[in-house]
């Protein structure tokens, strides 16, 4: 009987604990999962249905199980529900926005957005019960003060946010990836160190009933995908 677990390079390794799954469950299992998912969408108003803290906690929780550079788990997910940082949240977002569809947009980007409808107000960012906010460590201090680089801290955060959001749908919320740039003032707002950037803020909650969304098409999985046998 294998052992539960054994030592590789003098560090414990535990064996995997496995579920047993046929082909065919595992067939039906990923056509489950994608006809949810294709049913995600992203919602810009939300309901002012409360969302308890420890659902948020659970969601934070999934995301963090996602693998990372040497497990060095670079990200930091802050939860905000308070109404005044949300309202300066909004604020400094929208500040970013005008700018950025005023002077910082292509008129070809401006053109690719049109079918979304979307603008620089942003009232979700205040309506939402919830706001999490994904940051970035690019580097961390030992106990000395010395300074270590993180690895592939984009790939890493990228992949924990992409779980995040799929948590936050599998507990039956809704959410929107909203990337204000440049984010800064997130840094400065939420009083966070020099070592982390802003990557990401959504809005979670449920969403307003009924709400409307773009009436849009995702690519056939022969323009996403090749295989090679």
């Keep these: 009987m294998p052992e539960d677990h054994i030592e ?19 067939l039906q299992k990923s056509l489950d999962f994608f006809e949810e998912m294709n049913g995600r969408r992203s919602i810009r108003e939300y309901a002012k249905t409360p969302v308890p803290r420890k659902v948020i906690e659970n969601i934070i929780k999934t995301a963090s199980t996602a693998p990372s550079g040497a497990h060095k788990q670079p990200w930091m997910f802050c939860a905000v ?8 949240i909004r604020k400094a977002a929208e500040k970013e926005e005008r700018e ?31 706001l999490i906010v994904a940051f970035k460590k690019v580097y961390n201090r030992d106990q000395s003060g010395t300074k270590n680089n993180n690895y592939y801290v984009n790939e890493s955060i990228g992949i924990a946010c992409g779980m995040l959001i ?5 507990a039956g919320l809704v959410t929107l990836t909203h990337t204000p740039s440049p984010m800064h003032f997130l840094t400065q707002l939420l009083d966070r ?8 803020l959504l809005p979670v909650g449920y969403p307003k009933d009924p709400v409307y969304v773009p ?15």
């Design 8 to 26: 590789i390079n003098g560090f414990k390794h535990i064996k995997y604990k496995t579920m047993s799954c046929t082909p065919e469950v595992s």
């Design 81 to 88: 529900s308070n109404p005044e940082l949300k309202s300066k």
């Design 100 to 130: 950025s569809y005023t002077n910082r947009m292509s008129e070809r980007w401006l053109k690719d957005l049109e079918p979304l409808g979307t603008n620089p107000s942003k009232p979700f960012i205040e309506e939402a019960p919830w």
């Design 166 to 170: 799929t948590a936050i749908h599998k």
């Design 193 to 200: 160190p020099s070592n982390e950037r802003a990557f990401l």
């Design 215 to 229: 009436d849009i098409q995702r690519k056939p999985l022969s323009k996403v995908a090749k295989f090679y046998l």
